[in-house]
């Protein structure tokens, strides 16, 4: 079965500010009680953590909603979207729900998606 794919009438592109990506952390470090740690790889496959804010209307947080609740159940499910800094699509999944805040009187609305990119 196909993933979900971002939504068209939502931004596809991400604020500058509040955007960061991060490194899969795929190594295990035992400290040792003399000298330096040891350090091995853990496995070949770990999510990569992403942070994005879009900037949103009224509609499209509905829009935001709704593709979370019920496109992604809850955000359990995994979604195809571009990554950011490569424009390739990726198969993301959210690690907590979307934080809403208001820019203009609630006419503008930041959304901040903590997300990671699946293996």
Known sequence: MANPTWPETLPQFVEVEG????MPDTLLRTEMD??????RRRSTAAVRPVAVSI???ADQIATLDAFVRDDL??????F??????TQA???FRFVRPPLWRPITAGV???????????P
């Open 19 to 22: 955007h960061s990506e991060t």
């Open 108 to 118: 503008l609305w930041l959304a901040v998606l903590e997300l990671e990119v699946m």
């Open 73 to 78: 159940r809850d955000g359990a499910l995994p």
């Open 89 to 91: 699509t990726v198969t």
């Open 34 to 39: 003399v000298g330096p740690a040891k350090v």
């Open 55 to 57: 900037q949103c209307d």
């Open 80 to 85: 195809d979207w571009l990554l950011p800094r």
